[in-house]
């Protein structure tokens, strides 16, 4: 129907504009946006969402964003996973984001798929997602990899590289030494794995977090 027509009527402008405010008020309209009927006004929230946290300079702000979709009702969170998977690229990578900020374990799968999006804007948005879910998500993410066909364990692979220091320096939220082990013991096996790619996203990555002499 008309109301699935990718930019439906005036709201999308509406949120567009409103998350260019840098105005926190503009916040509750942003959320209430993210279930409207039409899919280009749920986009254009899910972007203006982001925009307001990335693009304020206010931390305290982008603290209260973060908040604010922590505490979203499960028919939204839904809603932002069904974009994911169905959107076009800027909103997927919205979508991912705002997933990470819900906090929930259960929307790892989704998570995991968008690491090997073709899209790079939405596979860095998939990683910074995982990356603030912190250690449980990242035990998830070594527990699911085996399941995965070679590109998605290559882009694992790939991501574990890529947070390295972060993972080691203790950076990332509740990843301690348990789930350091946990990726390096992953990385080890991945060194075995009969895709190509994957071997090699794998040897790099535990260059970065289990040291050279990992792999002597």
């Known amino acids: ?28 309209l942003l959320l209430q946006g993210l279930t409207d ?20 300079p206010d931390e305290q702000v982008r603290t209260a964003v973060v908040r604010a979709v922590a505490a979203l009702p499960e028919p939204t969170v839904r809603s932002s996973v069904r974009a994911l998977l169905e959107a076009e690229p ?7 984001l705002l997933l990470g900020w819900s906090g929930r ?3 790892m799968r989704p998570l995991v798929l968008a690491l090997g999006d073709s899209h ?4 860095q948005a998939a990683g910074r997602a995982v990356a603030a879910l912190g250690g449980p998500a990242l035990e998830s ?20 590289g890529d947070i390295a220091d972060a993972l080691l320096s203790g950076a990332l939220p509740q990843a301690g030494a ?15 794995d009969r895709h190509g790619d994957a ?15 990992t792999l002597e």
């Open 1 to 28: 129907g008309l109301g699935e027509l990718p930019m439906d009527g005036p709201m999308p402008a509406v949120l567009n504009a409103l998350s260019r405010t840098q105005d926190v008020a503009a916040l509750p």
């Open 37 to 56: 009927r039409a899919r280009g006004a749920r986009e254009a929230a899910l972007r203006g969402v982001v925009r307001l946290h990335d693009e304020h």
């Open 90 to 96: 800027p909103a997927r990578a919205a979508a991912a």
């Open 105 to 107: 374990r259960d929307v």
């Open 120 to 123: 790079p804007e939405v596979a």
């Open 141 to 160: 993410l070594c527990e699911l990899c085996p399941e995965l066909d070679g590109r998605h364990r290559a882009a694992i692979y790939a991501f574990f």
């Open 178 to 192: 348990t789930t350091v082990s946990r990726v390096q013991a992953l990385l080890r096996d991945g060194l075995a």
């Open 199 to 213: 071997a090699r996203q794998a040897a790099r990555a535990l260059r970065g977090i289990g040291g050279k002499e």
